[in-house]
C-alpha cells in the first residue's frame, strides 16, 4: 500500500469514527489536503476574518467553519498513477423516483421561469432539482478516487460533520481567489455535451447566459476592485460537458474588502440569476425543496494569506441510505424546457459515474 492509500484509508477511518473533516484537491494539482477538527461541535462562521475551511450554504442555514488553530491538516502529494480505481459500478444502486414524475415537474418549472422572463420580471433564473438514488454499501472511498480520476480540473472534495451529514463534489466553478491583493474570479455559463473537440459552436441561448454573468460580475465587484481585466469567453471542459468561461481579475482596493467582494458575488448569476433580488424570489418561491450547500462555497479562507473558494456545483449529499444529486441550468426566454431537463440529466450523469 503506497502513501496516497494510506492517507485516503486515514481519513476513511476519521469518517468511520464520526468525527467532522474535509479532503480536497484543487484544480490542476496533484496534492490532497486536509482539515481533521478536533472536536465535533458545530462552529459557526461568524464574519470573513477568521482563518479555516468552510463551507456556506445557498441561502439559509448554518455557515460552517473548521478553523485551522482547532484542526489537524494534513497534505500529500500523489501521482495520477497512484490512484487505483474500482470501475465497477455498485450493484446496490439505483433510482428511487420514476424519471417521467420528476421530468415532468421540472419542465413545468422551467416554463413558468420563461414565461416570468417573458413578462420582463428577470432576465435569467437558474433552476435545480435532486436526483435521489438508493445507495446501500455505498464505497465512499472509491467514489472519491474516482472523481480525483475523472475530474483533474475540478475543485474535488469530501467534506463531512456528523450534525450536518456527508458531501462530495467536483466542482469547474471558482467563486474567487484573493492573494498578495490580487483578485480573480470567473464567470462560467453555458452547457453542452463534449464530443471529443474543444472547437464548438455556442448558440444564441449559451452566449448571452454567458455574458449576463460577466456583466454582473463586473458590476458587482466595481465598488471593491481596480484595475480589472476581463479575457475574450473560453471553452472549457469539465468531466463530459463543456462550458463557457471569462476569467476576470484585479486589485483589491482595501485589506477589508474580501468580505464585501464575497457577499457581492453569491450567489452569482450561474448558480441564481438576474436580477439577483428577483430571482433568488423565484427560486424560494418555486422551486419547493432546499439547495441546503448546493450552490452555496466552499473553500479555504485567509489560510496563509490566501482566499481560495469555490461554487458547490457537481455535487452530491450523502443520507442514511441515500444519495441526493443536485443539478441545475441557466432559464433565459431562450430556453426550452425540453432541453433544459436534458441539460440537467447530463450534470447529473457527472455524479453517477462515479458511483
Known sequence: MNSFEIYIK??????????????FKRPNEFKLTAYLPNTNELIQLSDFEEDGFVFVPFNSGNKILFPINNSVKKEINFKEEDVIINDIKSNSISNIENEETPKKKYIKLVQKAINFIEEGKADKIVLSRIEKINAVNFDIENSFKKMLWKYPNAFVYIWFHPKIGLWMGATPEKLLSVENNTFKTMALAGTQVYKNVLNVTWQLKERKEQQFVTNYIVDSINPFVKEVEITAPFTIKAGNLLHIRTDIS??????????????????????????????????????????SYYTGFLGELNVENKCDLFVNLRCMQLRNNEIYI????????????????????????IIKSVL
Open 250 to 291: 484585479g486589485k483589491s482596493l482595501t485589506k477589508n474588502s474580501l468580505k464585501s467582494l464575497i457577499l457581492a458575488l453569491q450567489p452569482t448569476p450561474a448558480v441564481c440569476g438576474l436580477p439577483k433580488s428577483e430571482a433568488t424570489t423565484f427560486i424560494l418561491e418555486n422551486e419547493k425543496y432546499d439547495r
Open 10 to 23: 486515514e481519513i476513511i477511518q476519521v469518517y468511520d469514527s464520526k468525527m467532522p473533516f474535509v479532503v
Open 326 to 349: 443536485y443539478v441545475g441550468g441557466g432559464i433565459t426566454k431562450e430556453s426550452n424546457a425540453e432541453k433544459e431537463w436534458e441539460e440537467t440529466e447530463n450534470k447529473a450523469e
